[in-house]
């Protein structure tokens, strides 16, 4: 039997997962909660407890919607630090961050290495005071992401741009050099070319239509994607998929908890929705339900616009829209 394990999480985390839950509802998935992130840290003193965990690693996926809460900022014990720990027990390294308007013929994937280079390499501070952050990669790491890049560039009848600071930096060198070296062996069939972060970032914003699979390392795919959501409709709208080497993945939306407008009901769940069709897709294997998820997502911000997209229409009201057009 199919089980989704949902973590609803902090601020307006419980309401877009609400919408989630009654979709998965609709497709007769079933589907089990679980505390995670600020409440549970409140409830019982830990982001991850141990049950959820556990339910994590049974499940066929995880549905997250949000984490953070004021009252928990630079305390010792943070919801952030029970995503992490997630990620890692979950094996996860390779995310997925789609930006599409397609009415516009614009398409991206950005497929982002997300357990290692700068954000977990050695970092602290030395005895003349330098403060240093260390960007580390290994050939490994590489192929991995990178074959995750190329198959789905593959299964898009795509392209891939790989994109570094090979210029500049000696781990770009290493992430190049694999790129080409595999993607000549075992992906001929894929179009590879290499771009340079900073000049690609202006490719994004001045012409994102000519753009289709994004491989890149951590910190650049962090910043890329956002850009490329910023283009393609802003953070509230966007969804990511976290995928590892057979276990469940991790599917959450790309906005955070926003605890000033928690229990208003006016919270879009749209990047919430999309995450749950990434879940249909990439980890339930059901891509016609994805397809349909997301079509009928794309109708409803214009059917039922929220508030921050200039409408009037409540979280609920915007699910509806989702439910009639799946139900269509």
Known sequence: MTVVAVLPGDGI???VADEAIRVLDALGIEHTEHPFGGGAILAGGEPLPAETLAACRASDGVLLAAVGLPELEGQPVRPEQGLLALRRELGVYANLRPAYARDAGIDILVVRELVGGLYFGAKGTRDDGTWFDTCEYTRPEVERIAR????????????????????????????????????????????????????FAMTIVNAPGTIDVVLTENTFGDILSDVAAAVTGGLGLAASASLGDGGPGLFEPVHGSAPQIAGQGTANPAAMLRSTALLLRHGLDREAEALALERAVDAALVEAPTADLGGSHTTREAGDAVLRRLAA
Request: hydrophobic share 40%.
């Open 13 to 15: 985390g419980p309401e």
């Open 148 to 199: 995750t890049g190329f198959a789905l560039a593959r299964e898009r009848g795509g392209r891939v741009t790989s994109v570094d600071k090979v210029n500049v930096m000696h781990t770009s060198r290493l992430w190049r050099d694999v790129v080409t070296e595999l993607g000549a062996a075992e992906y001929p069939d894929v179009p590879l070319d290499h771009a340079l972060v900073d000049s």
